[in-house]
């Protein structure tokens, strides 16, 4: 069926793995509605997508954190008919609970769990009731993890998914988390992670998860892992004794926190 004509939604589409993902889904024939909070990057990248793909963009400046902006997108989803919903946005702080600013956490908070879960809340009904529609939840293979607010929004993001997978199996409607491992986008640098030991073979490339993404979604998959590192590694982290467990997650963010 064509894509021409339909709506798809990105949040964090002015970098990374929502650029990605607001390539492909340009390239398969939507129209995009491109979501983040800098506004001349949205306006570049839309000018990009319908010169390169001659789709339709619309460019909504919000920012997630805020109760104003969630409300600004569900009222975008409520008046408008999305056929797809990429709920990625995100970003770490990478800083001990106990000495980190309280402020910094609610925000990662609200950007990673109280806006997907309301963006949710609001598209999902009218999926339903067309019978059509993919949903993805950019989560991480953090949420295996005990690292934080980070690891912990993530494994909500990632059981609030697998749970409405359930509830919408039979239905024509996708529900899918993506759980990347270590991505080149410019998460690492803005969260002033020190990422010079990883080994290359450990960094994704954005378009190859997102493309992996798209077609475990398409598939009826309820949580996709790309890459062969990552398979075996959350393989450790979901199925592994849960003390190693919880001491590799301190280790990793011990290793990447500037003192
Ligand atoms: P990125 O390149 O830093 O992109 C993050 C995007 O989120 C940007 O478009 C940013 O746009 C937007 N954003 C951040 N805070 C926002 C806010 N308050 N309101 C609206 N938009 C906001 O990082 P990325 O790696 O692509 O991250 C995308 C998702 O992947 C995140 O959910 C992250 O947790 C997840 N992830 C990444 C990795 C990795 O290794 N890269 C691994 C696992 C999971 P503006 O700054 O313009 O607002």
């Given amino acids: 069926m064509s894509n021409q004509g339909k709506w798809a939604l990105v949040t964090g589409a002015s970098s990374g793995i929502g650029e990605s993902f607001s390539r492909l889904l340009a390239e398969l024939g939507f129209n995009l509605v491109l979501v983040a909070r800098d506004l001349p990057r949205l306006n570049e990248r839309a000018a990009a997508l319908e010169a390169n793909f001659k789709v339709k963009t619309r460019v909504i400046a919000a920012d997630l954190a805020t109760d104003s902006g969630c409300k600004t997108i569900e009222d975008f989803i409520d008046a408008n008919e999305v056929e797809v919903l990429i709920n990625n ?8 609970f106990l000495v980190s600013d309280i402020a910094a956490e609610q925000q990662m908070f609200d950007v990673l769990v109280r806006t997907p879960m309301r963006l ?13 529609g993919t949903l993805i939840n950019v989560s991480s293979v953090a949420a295996w ?20 997978h359930a509830e919408l199996a039979g239905t024509n409607v996708k529900v899918s988390a993506l759980a990347p491992g270590f991505t080149r986008t410019e998460f690492h640098q803005r969260g002033r992670m020190k990422m010079n030991g990883l080994p290359n073979f450990m960094w994704l490339d954005a378009d190859v998860l997102v493309a992996k993404a798209w077609s475990d979604a398409q598939k009826g998959e309820a949580v996709s892992v790309p890459g062969w590192q990552y398979v075996l590694l959350s393989s450790f982290l979901r199925f592994g ?9 301190m280790n990793v963010r011990v290793r990447q926190r500037n003192k």
Wanted: charged share 20%.
């Fill in 241 to 249: 004794p849960r003390p190693l467990v919880r001491k590799l997650g």
């Fill in 120 to 132: 949710m809340h609001a598209i999902l009904p009218g999926m339903k009731e067309r019978n059509s």
């Fill in 89 to 96: 946005a995100g970003f770490g702080i990478n800083k001990s």
């Fill in 145 to 164: 993890m005990a690292g934080g607010t980070y690891s912990a929004s993530k494994s909500y993001l990632t059981v609030l998914t697998e749970s409405l």
